[in-house]
Nanobody, 123 residues
Framework: QVQLVESGGGLVQPGGSLRLSCAAS????????IGWFRQAPGKQREGVSC????????YTRDSVKGRFTISRDNAKNMGYLQMNSLKPEDTAVYYC????????????????WGKGTPVTVSS
């Protein structure tokens, strides 16, 4: 069964850090681009950061550049999102997705989705 499972979310104070993990099963994640998306209450889902199949290209939205870093470990069939210097506006449910076609960070073209992990940044 094809599955993506996110973990690592939780409650963190402003300025803190979290590392989100995305574990794939039932397929080879190395054959797919990995995308992290988020959805805050009352807002549309938006792309946060993505990494291409070849590792040669990444996308990171401007609001998290310098704070978030996407990575992957194909041998472990996993993807990661390191989140540093977290801000209250980063509060959202974060979703991992996998896609096999370009554009590699497009909500509408991703093939598989996890169910999300909540991140709350609050003091």
């Amino acid at each position: 069964q094809v599955q993506l499972v996110e973990s690592g979310g939780g409650l963190v104070q402003p300025g803190g850090s979290l590392r989100l993990s995305c574990a794939a099963s039932g397929f080879t994640l190395g054959n797919y681009a990995i995308g992290w998306f988020r959805q805050a209450p009352g807002k549309q889902r938006e792309g946060v950061s993505c990494i291409s199949i070849s590792h040669g290209s990444t996308y990171t939205r401007d609001s998290v550049k310098g704070r978030f870093t996407i990575s992957r470990d194909n041998a472990k069939n996993m993807g990661y999102l390191q989140m540093n210097s977290l801000k209250p506006e980063d509060t959202a449910v974060y979703y991992c997705a996998a896609g096999s076609q370009n554009p590699y960070c497009d909500y509408y073209t991703m093939d598989y989705w996890g169910k999300g992990t909540p991140v709350t940044v609050s003091s």
